[in-house]
C-alpha cells in the first residue's frame, strides 16, 4: 500500500502563522506535522508516500529533507484534484490530509479495516458540543457505513465530520475525473467555493451505489484550520507523549543537581542540565544541549526543545512546548507554544503562540480574564468565531519583536514581521508588516524647592 499526504493549502484562516508556514509543517511538541504523518506511514510499512505541494513547497522539501519521497508540484484546485495527481489504478493508497493531527492507532485501523472488506475506508469523528458542523465537511455514518457526505452543514443533517484519513483504490479515480468543481453535496441555502473536494467524489461514489466504510477515532483527532487549533494539538501530543510517562530516561551524558527538586518523571537528551534550585512538579521531556538553571520551575506535561536555556526563575506551566533554541529568562512566565528561536526575558507574562524567531521584550503581558469571564470570539475571513479557552490566547507571528511594557488583550493577533513600539497596548489584530508607534501627550510645569516651603 501507497501513501499520499496533500499538503497544498493556502491555510489563509490559520493567520497570523499561514504568511510565514505551510500550515501543514507547522511544529506541533516541536515537530513539523507532516514530519510526524510520514514518520507514523513510515512504521506502518509503507514504501512508497508521495507528498503533493504548491504553496510554500520548499519549506515541505526542507522538514522531510532526510527522507526518502515523492513530489508531485500541481495546482491548487481542491483536494480532488491534489489526489488525482498522485493516486496510482494498480495498489490501494493511504490518503491523509497534511494538516490534521491523528494518531497512529487510528490510521492502522483504517488500513484494517479497508484490507478486511476491500471497501473504501475513511476516518470520522462524531460531532460534539464543542465544535459546529457548519466548519467541516462532515457526514452522516450508521454504524460502520457512511451514508452521505456533507459541505459544512447544519447539525441535523449529520452526525460526524470527516476525520481527512482515507485508504482509496482505483475505484476513486473516475469520480475524482467527474468532480463538478465544487461540494455540490450542501444544505440549503449552502454557498461553496469553486473548488474540487475530494468527499464530493466520494459522495457521487455513495449515490452510483458504492459503499464507503467509517472508522470512528478512538484517540485526539484535530485539523490545524485556526491558530488556537495549535493550543488544541500541542495539549492532545503532550497527553500522549508526556503525562504518559512511565519511568526517567536519562541520557548518560545529561546532568541534574542534586538541589534540584523533581517530582515527575523526566527524559533528558545528550548534555542535557537540570541545575541549582530547579523544581519539575510534574512530567517533562526536554531536548538535547539545553540548560534549565537557577531556581526555573517547570509544572508537570511540558516539552522542552534542543539547544534551549531556561533559567533565573522563570515559570513554564503546563500543557506547554518550548521550542529549540529558545531563551527563557528572569522572572518570564510562559504558557502555550513557542517556535524555534523565541527570546523571553525580564518579568514578562505570556499566554499563547509566539512565533519562529520573536523577540519579546521587558515587561510584556497578556491579558488572559476578560471582565466579562467569557472568551474571545475572533473574526475570521469576516466571520465571528465561537470562543473558547484557546481563543482568550495571543498569537503572535513569526519574525516580529514587542517593545518594553506592551499590553496584549486576550485573542489578539499579530502578523508576521511586525514591531511595536514600547509601551504600547494591543487590542485589535496588527496586520503582517506594522510598525506600531505610541505617540505620548505630555505636559512639562516647573517644578522645585519653593514646592516645598523653601
Request: with cysteine.
Amino acid at each position: 500500500m501507497k501513501g499520499i499526504i496533500l499538503a497544498q493549502g493556502l491555510g489563509k484562516k490559520m493567520w497570523p502563522y499561514s504568511d510565514h508556514w505551510q500550515k501543514c509543517a507547522l511544529p506541533v511538541g516541536n515537530k513539523g506535522n507532516i514530519l510526524r504523518l510520514t514518520d507514523i506511514l513510515e512504521t506502518l510499512g509503507v514504501e512508497k508516500i508521495k507528498i503533493v505541494i504548491a504553496y510554500k513547497s520548499a519549506q515541505v522539501k526542507y522538514l522531510l529533507k532526510d527522507k526518502n519521497l515523492e513530489y508531485i508540484e500541481a495546482p491548487i484546485n481542491g483536494t480532488a484534484d491534489a489526489l488525482l495527481a498522485a493516486i496510482e489504478e494498480q495498489e490501494a493508497s493511504i490518503v491523509v490530509y497534511g494538516d490534521i493531527i491523528v494518531d497512529k492507532e487510528d490510521i492502522s485501523r483504517c488500513v484494517d479495516k479497508f484490507n478486511d472488506t476491500k471497501c473504501p475506508v475513511m476516518l470520522y469523528k462524531p460531532l460534539d458540543g464543542g465544535e459546529q458542523s457548519i466548519d467541516w465537511i462532515c457526514c452522516n455514518v450508521a454504524e460502520d457505513t457512511v451514508l452521505s457526505l456533507y459541505g459544512h452543514p447544519r447539525p441535523h443533517y449529520v452526525n460526524a465530520r470527516v476525520g481527512g484519513v482515507f485508504v482509496l483504490d482505483k475505484r476513486v479515480i473516475p469520480y475524482l475525473k467527474a468532480n463538478p468543481g465544487y461540494m455540490k453535496n450542501v444544505p440549503v441555502g449552502g454557498m461553496p467555493p469553486e473548488q474540487k473536494e475530494l468527499e464530493q467524489s466520494l459522495q457521487m461514489m455513495i449515490e452510483d451505489g458504492e459503499k464507503i466504510l467509517g472508522v470512528k477515532a478512538r484517540y485526539f483527532l484535530i485539523d490545524l484550520d485556526k491558530p488556537w487549533h495549535l493550543m488544541d494539538a500541542n495539549k492532545a501530543i503532550i497527553e500522549r507523549d508526556v503525562a504518559g510517562l512511565a519511568e526517567d530516561d536519562i541520557h548518560p551524558s545529561a546532568k541534574v543537581h542534586p538541589s534540584a527538586i523533581i517530582e515527575g518523571k523526566i527524559r533528558i537528551g545528550e548534555n542535557s542540565y537540570i541545575g541549582k534550585n530547579v523544581i519539575i512538579k510534574g512530567n517533562v521531556i526536554i531536548g538535547n544541549n539545553t540548560s534549565i538553571d537557577y531556581g526555573a520551575i517547570i509544572e508537570g506535561n511540558v516539552i522542552v526543545g534542543n539547544n534551549t536555556a531556561i533559567n533565573d526563575y522563570c515559570k513554564i506551566a503546563s500543557y506547554t512546548t518550548i521550542g529549540d533554541w529558545n531563551r527563557i529568562g528572569y522572572n518570564a512566565e510562559v504558557q502555550g507554544i513557542t517556535f524555534e528561536g523565541v527570546s523571553i526575558t525580564h518579568g514578562c507574562e505570556i499566554y499563547g503562540v509566539v512565533g519562529q524567531r520573536t523577540d519579546i521584550a521587558a515587561g510584556c503581558l497578556v491579558g488572559v480574564l476578560r471582565f466579562d469571564d467569557g472568551f474571545s470570539t475572533p473574526r475570521i475571513k469576516g466571520r465571528r468565531e465561537l470562543g473558547n479557552p484557546h481563543t482568550n490566547a495571543v498569537f503572535l507571528g513569526d519574525h516580529s519583536r514587542t517593545g518594553v511594557g506592551n499590553i496584549f488583550f486576550p485573542g489578539v493577533r499579530v502578523g508576521k514581521n511586525c514591531a511595536i513600539g514600547p509601551g504600547a497596548i494591543v487590542s485589535e489584530d496588527i496586520p503582517s508588516g506594522s510598525l506600531v508607534i505610541v505617540r505620548q501627550s505630555q505636559e512639562i510645569k516647573p517644578w522645585g524647592p519653593n514646592r516645598y516651603g523653601w
